[in-house]
T-cell receptor, first 112, second 117 residues
Framework: DTGVSQDPRHKITKRGQNVTFRCDPI?????LYWYRQTLGQGPEFLTY????????KSRLLSDRFSAERPKGSFSTLEIQRTEQGDSAMYLC??????????FGPGTRLTVL | AQKITQTQPGMFVQEKEAVTLDCTYD???????LFWYKQPSSGEMIFLIY??????QNATEGRYSLNFQKARKSANLVISASQLGDSAMYFC??????????????FGQGTTLQVKP
């Protein structure tokens, strides 16, 4: 049994570049969440998928951010024209029911 | 508005002793769930324990128990017999709504726990 996996674990990029992160949820989980965590803070909700449908997006998810979950399996989070303020840990979580969420190891993004 | 408050930025505990991490919440939804997660320095969020708003008994999972006081809107985490490996950041989180809700979590700011040998 594998947990939630995320790739890459670390990403360093220059301001203005595009980056894409991948999340592979636990195989039978139909719910998938993206969160962002800045240093010293708790995670903040970004977006939610149920199967392939993106059902909720936070106001934190500006036009430069886009997320997909084709075929209800893995998910990608893309950030276009990165800014230094995008530097954070991006966490993915999945669940089958609402009273549990299992998190992946996160992708740490550093924008120079 | 929904909110989670953790008022202890840092806590120390002696190995083998018990420690309580505080969490208060604010919501107008009668159906909600409360979670505690542990985040070691490696960064991964590890699920510890869950309490539903309609659960009659306090949740327990091994050395972890949740002291749920609904009227006070508090959901404190109690760790018994602390171990050195318990040193980490601990987050309290809340989900509003029942099974039809998205299930997104609202997190507190966290408490850093250090266990002394």
């Amino acid at each position: 049994d594998t947990g939630v996996s995320q790739d890459p674990r670390h990403k360093i990029t220059k301001r203005g570049q595009n980056v894409t992160f991948r999340c592979d949820p636990i195989s039978e989980h139909n719910r998938l969440y993206w969160y962002r965590q800045t240093l010293g803070q708790g995670p903040e909700f970004l977006t939610y998928f149920q199967n392939e449908a993106q059902l909720e997006k936070s106001r934190l998810l500006s036009d430069r951010f886009s997320a997909e979950r084709p075929k209800g399996s893995f998910s990608t989070l893309e950030i276009q024209r990165t800014e230094q303020g995008d530097s954070a840990m991006y966490l993915c979580a999945s669940s089958l029911v609402v009273f549990e969420q299992f998190f992946g190891p996160g992708t740490r993004l550093t924008v120079l | 508005a929904q909110k989670i408050t953790q008022t202890q930025p840092g806590m120390f505990v002696q190995e083998k002793e018990a420690v309580t991490l505080d969490c208060t919440y604010d919501t107008s939804d009668p159906s909600y769930g409360l979670f505690w997660y542990k985040q070691p320095s490696s960064g991964e969020m590890i699920f510890l324990i869950y309490q539903g708003s309609y659960d009659q008994q306090n949740a327990t999972e091994g050395r972890y128990s949740l002291n749920f006081q609904k009227a006070r809107k508090s959901a404190n985490l109690v760790i018994s017999a602390s171990q050195l490996g318990d040193s980490a950041m601990y987050f309290c989180a809340m989900r509003e709504g029942g099974s039809g809700n998205t299930g997104k979590l609202i997190f507190g700011q966290g408490t850093t726990l250090q266990v002394k040998p």
